[in-house]
């Protein structure tokens, strides 16, 4: 079965680094730029996954994405599909962030610049555990 997985991140090189290495292995990939774009494209692709950038409209807009999918009032469809956040901020902040099911509803993070093993790597974890 080939797996399904929604790319959510504005700059179009970190995209490209994390498009290529997943559709090398097989994932069927697809991409949106934007909160709006990236809420609309999880009712219409249905991604097994959903990797998402913490900065992207607004320095918040990966918070505040991962709430609306996972949080109280989420759509039960979109509280089953793992979230993968992409994220620099602990390379250019103190702030030190962790999945937290009330605050911060996400799977797993993994650190920009992607290291193509490590995202294959935990794209595959967070797959099993579906």
Do not use: C
């Not at 089953?80 to 250019?92: E, G, K, R, S």
């Not at 996400?106 to 995202?119: A, G, Y």
């Amino acid at each position: 079965m080939t797996h399904t997985i929604l790319i959510i991140d504005d700059d179009p090189d970190v995209v490209l680094a994390i498009r290529m290495p997943l559709e090398s292995t097989g994932y069927n990939v697809h991409e949106a730029g934007s909160h709006v774009e990236g809420m609309a494209a999880v009712d219409s692709v249905k991604p097994d996954l959903i990797i998402l950038d913490v900065m992207m409209d607004t320095h918040t807009a990966g918070f505040q994405m991962a709430q609306e999918l996972h949080g109280p009032d989420a759509k039960p469809e979109h509280k089953n599909i793992p979230i993968l956040m992409v994220t620099a901020l602990h390379q250019t902040t103190p702030l030190r962030f962790s999945p937290d099911e009330d605050y911060l509803p996400v799977q797993s993070f993994i650190e920009k610049p992607i290291d193509p093993n490590m995202l294959l790597e935990e794209v595959a974890k967070l797959l099993k555990k579906e």
